[in-house]
């Protein structure tokens, strides 16, 4: 597959045309801003997905706006594709290189512009890391809401990229809710500010199309984001079920109450024997399954809801039922659902991690028909999952030194994918399609759709530089993975070769 | 009606006679209940009527999720809601009983809740349309979190119906709160101003905040233990002891029907920055979310309201006036010059032919 990615022919980039983009950059970039040597090359090879690998023949490391500038007009000069990285912790393939084009790393750009305290708004650099804004904006007694896993290392240019979601996002949203305003250059090296510090901006939702877009529109160069007052009063609940459903149904039952917790994160069997191994944070590990669930506000709030839920969950068949006795034990159990990757990743010596989003009713028949599906491929699967709002994240245990083991995972996850389509779900939920999830994109959206995905691409970015080949597939490809969304049983594009 | 009639799929009706169109090359004006008819620049395009294309398609009350055709009036939407208790929190104005989904998702309003709750863009999670070409085409879906393809959903949102006939529109959905109150505060605009503002930085219940005549009147809304304590801590006094007659206030704020707006000037809806100053705009102004919406009755010049709100960190909507002025000075805040040509080329990409509501965002859409 790895071999495969691209079905459009990929040309590298020639050696001559290599080493004069090099001088051209070192006109204005320092020479340690400009990599073009093997060794300095490697650490960008892939991103978060690392069985992508591909060593790009330059990565540049401005730290300006001009320099961004500059080099995405000498890249549309020249007809070079540009990738946008931040830290690389994207695990769909969205900042691996390409062949013939630069990784334009914004790793440079890690300051904190600005806190405004009465405003509650940060502006900051993309480099900067995502937990980095709400420690700076903790001494005001703010934070930022959204808390991708990932927190401590992945970059909010990133975040914005992909959309990226956290434990807390049920109740405060993914990153397009909380981010205000970006500056980005587009291809035709152009300043353009999206979204503005007023609660509304006129003309379309630019916005809102730059989140998730996966840097294949524009490159992002500034943030404004929405700080959040900490809450008065934050307790957690842990929750032991015999079943995944009658947590499920503990769920169903808890939203449909009216409450909408901060926090609502379920784990499998494997997922709990795994983090409680790795974080000794005290779960049941004879539980079938498990949550947690985060209530906050003010303390009126908090204690009444508390109550509220506890019932709740005591009519749906729990097991175990505990609520931290203080903030200490409250993030120690966050901390085993936090470090649930790392902790799976102990048990094997590689997993995957899928990320679809389900309708939350059908929870129980698609892990069922993943329990078939683990049997059959002979492979263990770990279920962590942003229960509120059915983000599933399968973790398909594997070892690469296995021959054909990769390969049968990916064919497995592929299949996990199209059965979230099938339910009336998606195949991505938080994590982006990247390089990993083209051919699903094809289960997924009707020609149609593909066809206007790319329009809109060419509306920012008409020579397909930014990015290119990556998050939405050609109909090509689509035809080629033979697995076009039919519409009203015609085939699209009849005339469109077949392989 | 028959349940029948509230519930009829014409998408493909009206797919046939966006591809007359478009072979006529004949503009359409998208008519739903006309409620916000006033609102852009109007043309004489040939209308093509939504009200029929209407029905809840579906609702998970459990996954705070509804699905219903662009026809459905808002108020039947708001009313199957309320039977679940529950609601669309951005608090869309309907301005007329005849309000549809499609026309809410289009103008992409929100209420007095906005500051707090998030705007109509925050809720919307998919879509169906028919673009330029007459092609029917799905984006997103109904879940909440969804990052496959770009964000085509959002772009729908408030594009005032430029680039697509919307066909159905999927929303996230939120519990009505258990309990609310409003108090109501004697207090300078510029007190208010800042009192509305930190009143956002404090963990507390606050659901609307707006200054009007002298009075500041905050809502709070959520469990009703937390209403009380939270009340008990601030300013003001209640407005009533009846929630619903507390509720009403905000309605009337939403739907213009406070007696601020029985003027007969230039409506302008100004949006600016947390804690900007008045305006040194002539005329009467209203200050809803917490300051960052402002109604405007005023006679100043077009180019002096919008250059004060821009160089405010804002901008100035024309919301309602006569048709003569609207077409002179233009509704909508003009993006800026590169933004102008990312909105030219994006039209051009989802109507090529230029067949939805000319001229009603921009006057080059
Ligand atoms: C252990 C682990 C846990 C994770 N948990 C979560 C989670 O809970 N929720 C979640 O949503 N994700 C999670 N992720 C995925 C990942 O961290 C996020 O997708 C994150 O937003 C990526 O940020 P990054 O800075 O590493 O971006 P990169 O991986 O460097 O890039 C990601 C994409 O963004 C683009 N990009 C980066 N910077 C810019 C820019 N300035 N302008 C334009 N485009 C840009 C790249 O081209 C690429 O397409 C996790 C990853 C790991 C490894």
Redesign the interface.
């Known amino acids: 597959m790895s071999t495969a990615l691209f079905s459009e022919p990929q040309t590298p980039l020639e050696e001559s045309a290599r080493m004069s983009l090099v001088q051209e950059f070192l006109k204005f970039l320092p020479d340690e801003s400009v990599l073009h040597v093997d060794e300095d090359l490697l650490p960008y090879e892939s991103d978060g997905l690392s069985v992508y690998r591909q060593k790009p023949p330059v990565v540049v490391l401005p730290e300006t706006i001009e320099q961004v500038q500059t080099i995405l007009r000498i890249c549309s000069a020249r007809q070079i594709p540009v990738v946008a990285r931040g830290a690389g912790t994207g695990l769909s393939g969205g900042a691996l290189p390409l062949v013939n084009g630069i990784v334009l790393g914004m790793a440079k750009f890690n300051k904190i512009v600005h806190i405004d305290e009465?405003?509650?708004t940060a502006v900051v650099q993309p480099g900067v890391r995502n937990l980095a804004i709400s420690e700076a904006a903790s001494d005001f007694n703010?934070y930022y809401a959204p808390d991708p896993s990932s927190q401590i290392a992945c970059t909010i240019g990133g975040n914005v990229a992909?959309?990226s979601?956290g434990v807390h996002?049920?109740k405060y949203?993914?990153t397009?809710?909380n981010v205000l305003q970006v500056k980005a250059i587009?291809i035709q090296g152009?300043?353009?500010?999206?979204g503005?510090?007023?609660?509304?901006?006129?003309?379309?939702?630019?916005l809102?199309?730059l989140?998730?877009?996966e840097g294949m529109?524009a490159v992002t160069v500034e943030i404004t984001v929405k700080l959040l007052?900490?809450?008065?009063?934050t307790k957690l609940l842990m929750a032991a079920f015999d079943s995944v459903e009658q947590a499920g149904d503990a769920v169903?039952?808890i939203?449909?109450s009216?409450?909408?917790p901060a926090g609502l994160e379920m784990m499998d069997k494997p997922a709990i024997i795994a983090a409680e191994a790795f974080a000794q944070c005290g779960y049941p590990t004879d539980a079938e399954a498990l949550f947690l669930c985060e209530l906050d506000?003010?303390?009126?709030?908090v204690?009444?809801?508390i109550s509220k839920v506890e019932t709740l969950i005591r009519n749906n068949g729990v097991t175990r039922l505990h609520v931290a006795g203080d903030e200490t034990e409250r993030l120690l159990l966050w901390k085993g659902r936090k470090s649930a990757f790392p902790a799976v990743g102990r048990l094997s010596p590689d997993y995957y991690c899928i990320d679809g989003?389900?309708?939350?009713?059908h929870l129980s028949t698609v892990l069922q028909r993943m329990n078939e599906w683990s049997e059959q491929y002979g492979l263990r699967i770990a279920n962590v999952f942003?229960a509120g709002?059915?983000?599933l994240h399968p973790l398909i245990l594997f070892d690469g030194n296995v021959e054909g083991e990769l390969e049968r995972t990916e064919e497995l996850g592929g299949k996990i994918l199209e059965l979230c389509v099938e339910v009336?779900?998606?195949?991505?939920?938080?994590?982006?399609?990247g390089m990993e999830?083209i051919n699903q994109?094809c289960v997924?959206?009707?020609s149609?759709?593909i066809t206007?995905?790319h329009?809109?691409?060419?509306?920012?970015d008409p020579d397909a530089l930014l990015n290119p080949g990556k998050?939405?597939p050609t109909l090509n490809r689509c035809a080629e993975f033979g697995a076009l969304h039919v519409h009203h049983g015609e085939l699209p594009h009849p005339d469109i070769e077949r392989f | 009606m028959t349940s029948a009639e509230q519930n009829q799929d014409i998408g493909e009706q009206l797919q046939q006679q966006v591809a007359e169109a478009y072979s006529r090359g004949q503009p359409l004006n998208i008519c739903g209940g006309s409620s916000k008819s006033f609102l852009g620049v109007g043309s004489n395009a040939h209308p093509i009527h939504t009200t029929e294309h209407r029905g809840i398609v579906s609702y998970?009350?459990?996954?705070?999720?509804i699905t219903a055709r662009s026809g459905t009036l808002l108020s039947t939407l708001n009313r199957v809601l309320a039977d679940q208790?529950?609601m669309l929190p951005f608090e869309p104005p309907a301005y007329s009983a005849n309000a549809t989904l499609g026309g809410t998702m289009a103008c992409?309003l929100?209420g007095p809740a906005?500051?707090y709750a998030?705007?109509a863009?925050?809720y919307a999670l998919g879509c169906r349309i028919i673009?330029g070409q007459a092609?029917?085409?799905?984006?997103g879906?109904?879940?909440?979190?969804?990052?496959?393809?770009?964000?085509?959903t959002?772009?729908m949102?408030?594009?005032m119906g430029t680039?697509g006939l919307i066909l159905d529109f999927s929303l996230k959905v939120?519990?009505?709160p258990?309990y609310q109150l409003t108090l109501a505060c004697p207090s300078s605009v510029e007190d208010a101003l800042h009192k509305m503002?930190?009143l956002?930085?404090?963990?507390?219940?606050v659901t609307a905040a707006a200054w009007i005549d002298g009075t500041l009147y905050t809502r709070l809304a959520?469990?009703?233990?937390?209403v009380?304590?939270?009340a008990a801590t601030l300013d003001g006094d209640p407005l009533t002891d009846d929630p619903a007659i507390s509720a009403q206030f905000w309605t009337d704020l939403r739907e213009h029907q406070h007696k601020f707006f029985q003027q007969s000037a230039p409506l302008w809806r100004i949006?600016?920055?947390?804690?900007t100053p008045p305006l040194e705009i002539k005329g009467d102004c209203l200050y809803d979310?917490a300051g960052?919406?402002r109604w405007l009755f005023s006679t100043d010049d077009a180019a002096t309201i919008r250059s004060t709100a821009q160089s405010a960190?804002?901008?100035a909507?024309l919301f309602r006036a006569d048709d003569q002025l609207k077409a002179l000075v233009g509704v909508?805040?003009?993006?800026?010059d590169?933004?102008?040509n990312?909105?030219r080329?994006?039209k051009?990409?989802?109507d090529p032919a230029g067949l939805f509501n000319p001229s009603r965002?921009?006057a080059d859409l």
């Open positions: 009465q405003a509650r703010l992909e959309n979601g996002c049920l949203g993914l397009v809710h587009t152009d300043l353009i500010t999206l503005g510090t007023c609660l509304d901006s006129p003309g379309y939702d630019l809102g199309v989140h998730g877009s529109l007052p900490k809450p008065s009063s169903a039952a939203i449909g009216g409450i909408i506000g003010t303390a009126e709030e204690a009444d809801q989003t389900i309708p939350r009713r942003h709002d059915g983000n009336g779900g998606t195949i991505t939920g938080e994590h982006g399609v999830k994109m997924q959206f009707g149609d759709e206007q995905f329009a809109l691409k060419n509306a920012f998050a939405i | 998970e009350p459990t996954e705070l999720v208790n529950q992409a929100s906005r500051p998030g705007a863009r925050d673009n092609q029917s085409l799905r984006f879906g109904e879940v909440m979190k969804n990052v496959a393809g770009y964000d085509v959002r772009l949102t408030g594009a680039l939120l519990p009505l258990e503002q930190a956002g930085g404090k963990s507390q219940p959520g469990a009703r233990s937390a009380i304590a939270s949006s600016v920055p947390p804690l979310w960052m919406q960190g804002g901008h909507q909508f805040h003009p993006p800026g590169h933004l102008m990312l909105h080329n994006i051009q990409e989802f965002l921009y």
